[in-house]
């Protein structure tokens, strides 16, 4: 039993606030609402727990035995066995960095591979150790945007195309401060893949520019004349990315984004409601100095042997405290560590493999659908990476609950979150899709549109 | 430790040197020497901005602190020296010559009366 204090030290307690038992405490609450009796039923063996957990998690549909094409942000990727296996060392299993870093120096080589691999694959010059996951990466982006302008700047222009939940979060962190607008995502801007109606609002008070590469649409969208806009305009360019995309498409930090940030679950690390997940962030070198969170270096010991050490730690929030672009500094070590095992076993050309099946199954898929009565593919003159959006003749909930019935997860209601687009569905193929299913989903389609 | 006297110094560690109504500042021997290895330095402010005293100059990052830089004097900044936020190191090696930090158009030189003279300020830090 935890116990925190003696009677003794209670005693002392009660007599310095002068009452005479613990009771006396709750004196204001009625005497009716006191120590209410629990209705509880009666106390279960481990045995019989267990099984009530168990028939209480049964009531979950799960990707293993449903057929999911539900995408939207989260993807369900195959993840090699050897993964969980390492990531479960005891070495490994603690999300912190330790207090006295360099003591561990493994933890430190691991998430300086990481942020070699995510440096690589976004392109960019510098990679922090890791968010909690895509939506809060989004919100430093606009607070390190904030900072490195000195606050000068107030305008925040978000594409309606970025993840819904990202741009719902960075409104979250910035609610406290006056001087952040974030604008740009309102139905009349829109989601035209040209995005002229959002680069006609960059303007001298623009602190940053975000768009998502594949957008939350799926479409690949050339970003060069907004990147140039905001440049020009002396604006920072952030953009969202899925990390898979990146195995077959240009990296942004080729066609200069200042801020590569993004969702790394598809790296390794299973669906879950509610995490945990991975935020990935990188920047170019000139804003080496504003990225939050940590970041390890290599260097040489005093024997000059290969060792790892927490570095440019005066920019932290431990240090400088108001004045530090962000107070976050904890990371997702150990998912950053399951994403750098997952692209190290993949390797390059693993990593293109999947990236390159994703792309070409999700191609069969959307022309299978789209030859459907009733059924068209939405801006299908932009290219796209593995989602793709669909209009279907009816409600896309009712779509969605019928095929349920099939034991298919068809993909996501766009209704919800995007008026224009009623009847829509948006859905994503990874390479864990055969040819066969998506043949299923198709007929399935069939019979649930004439029932 | 070097104190020039025909400067003016803040209790905050930026030295003024005034000249035809426009005031150079730096920061002095005594604070890059308690700063230790100096690694950053960025601006708060750039040419043209209107400033007043207390305001922040900018930011200073050693190995092992951050510190703010503070406005000794008001007025408008005519001059920034980007050699300082290029190679911040500069602060260690010459705080007095290469690494002055900004000029001031000052807009009321009553201001240096409040400001400290180089045996005042020796005291101040010395004792």
Redesign the interface.
Known sequence: MFTPHTQKDVEVMLKAIGIGKVEDLFSEIPEKFRFPELQLPPGLSEMEAADELESIANANGNTKTLLNFLGAGAYDHYVPAAVDMLLRRGEFYTAYTPYQPEISQGTLQAIFEYQSLICELTGMDVANASHYDGATAAAEAVILAYHHLKGKRTKFLISRAVNPQYREVMRTYVRGNQDISIEGDDAETGIDPSMEKLIAQIDADTALVMVQYPDFFGRVIDYKPLIEAAHNAGALVAVAVNPTALGVLTPPGEIGADIVFGEGQPLGIPLSYGGPYLGIFAVTNDLLRKISGRLVGETVDNAGRLAYVLTLTAREQHIRREKATSNICTNQGLMALASTIYMSLLGKQGFEAVSNLCYQKAHYAAAQIGSIQGYKQLFSETPFFHEFVVRSPQPAAHLLDDLRAYDILGGYDLSKEYPELEGCLLIAVTEKIAKEDIDLLHDALIEVTHD | MNFPAELKYAQTDEWVRVENGIATIGISDYAQDALGDV??F?F?VEAGDQVKAGGQLG?V??????S?VILPVSGVVTEINEAVSDDAEILNQDPYGTAWLLKIKMDDPAELEKLLTAEAYQAFRLG
């Open positions: 690694v950053y960025e708060s930011q990052d050693s190995a092992k602190a951050s703010e």
